[in-house]
Each structure stands twice: as structure tokens, then as C-alpha cells.
């Protein structure tokens, strides 16, 4: 009898136990749908970056006026600069974010660090006595561009995996799959 009490007990607590974990402790292994549609709205910022940056590196294969030039890549930085608020509020909800969102969102800043840099580097070049001769400025476009191409592909390949997830899941609980 004494055995039975103890595993009803024992049972008991790990019962509550589940009950009195915390919610951001929970979510963990559950995506946020909050932080999916902010990746959602970070992918399609990307792919704008990604865009601006492919545009821009096509001006070193033509003749473009340094105007142009200078409005391209202030286009580019606005854009980088609205993704960086995007990450500032992928920030704010990262609590809430399962393992696979956490990533994604650490991944984000180096990306935009870089592209950073790099436009930094072409707004000098444009606005002040080239201090870099054509081919380094070309190569600083390329280095946008690529950077952005390999950003969007990476936010784009999460979000891709967070929705085959999530169809799985679906898909799991639809044929009463158990849980493992």
C-alpha cells in the first residue's frame, strides 16, 4: 500500500509538474507563430535587399551617372536598415521562438553587418574622390549582391523548413501518428 501511495504521488507531481513549467520554457520546442510571420515579413525584405544589390552590380557592366549610383545604394541601405528593425523585433520575441527560429534569427546580423560594410565602402567611393580604384568598387557590389543572395537563401531555407515542419505536424496529428 505504501508503494502505491508513493507512485501516486510521485505521479502526482510530475503531473503538476508539467502544469508549473514556464510558458517561454513550453514554447520552446513549439514554433511562435508570431516570430514565423515576422520571418515571413524578414524573408521578403530580403529578397528586396537581394533585388537592389543584383541591380546595383549590374551599373559596373554599363555607363550610370554617380547619381544613380548614389540613389541605388541608398535605396540598398534603407532596405538593410528596415531588416535590421525586423531582426530588432525578432529580438524582442525570441523567448517565444522554437531552436530552428532562435537560429535563424542569430544568423541574420553577420549577413547584414557584412552588406553594412560593404555599402559603407560605396557610399565613400561615390560621394568622395574615389579613394578605391573601379575594380575594388566593383567588387564591393559583388560582395553585396552575393552576401544578399546568400541571406535571402538562408532566411528563405528556414522559413521552408518551418512550414515542411509544420505541414509534418499536421499531417502527424490528421492520421493520429503518436507522438514521440
Known amino acids: 500500500?505504501?508503494?502505491?501511495?508513493i507512485l501516486c504521488t510521485g505521479?502526482?507531481?510530475l503531473v503538476c509538474a508539467g502544469f508549473l513549467v514556464p510558458p517561454s520554457i513550453k514554447a520552446a520546442d513549439t514554433d511562435s507563430?508570431?516570430?514565423t510571420k515576422l520571418l515571413s515579413e524578414a524573408k521578403t525584405q530580403a529578397y528586396q535587399i537581394k533585388e537592389d544589390a543584383i541591380f546595383m552590380e549590374s551599373f559596373s557592366y554599363v555607363s550610370v551617372s554617380r547619381e544613380a549610383h548614389a540613389v541605388a545604394i541608398n535605396t540598398i541601405i534603407e532596405?538593410?536598415?528596415a531588416l535590421g528593425k525586423k531582426v530588432g523585433e525578432l529580438k524582442a520575441v525570441?523567448?517565444?521562438a522554437s531552436p530552428w527560429q532562435r537560429a535563424v534569427i542569430e544568423r541574420i546580423n553577420p549577413y547584414l553587418e557584412e552588406m553594412a560594410g560593404y555599402s559603407a565602402a560605396v557610399v565613400e567611393h561615390i560621394t568622395r574622390a574615389p579613394q578605391h580604384n573601379f575594380a575594388e568598387y566593383k567588387d564591393y557590389l559583388e560582395a553585396n549582391?552575393?552576401?544578399a543572395g546568400d541571406l535571402a537563401a538562408m532566411i528563405?531555407?528556414?522559413v521552408s523548413y518551418g512550414n515542411a515542419k509544420n505541414?509534418?505536424?499536421n499531417l502527424g496529428a490528421k492520421l493520429e501518428i503518436p507522438q514521440e
Open 1 to 5: 500500500m505504501r508503494t502505491r501511495t
Open 11 to 13: 505521479t502526482f507531481a
Open 33 to 35: 507563430p508570431q516570430v
Open 79 to 81: 532596405h538593410i536598415n
Open 94 to 96: 525570441e523567448g517565444e
Open 145 to 147: 549582391a552575393d552576401y
Open 156 to 158: 528563405n531555407d528556414f
Open 167 to 169: 505541414r509534418v505536424e
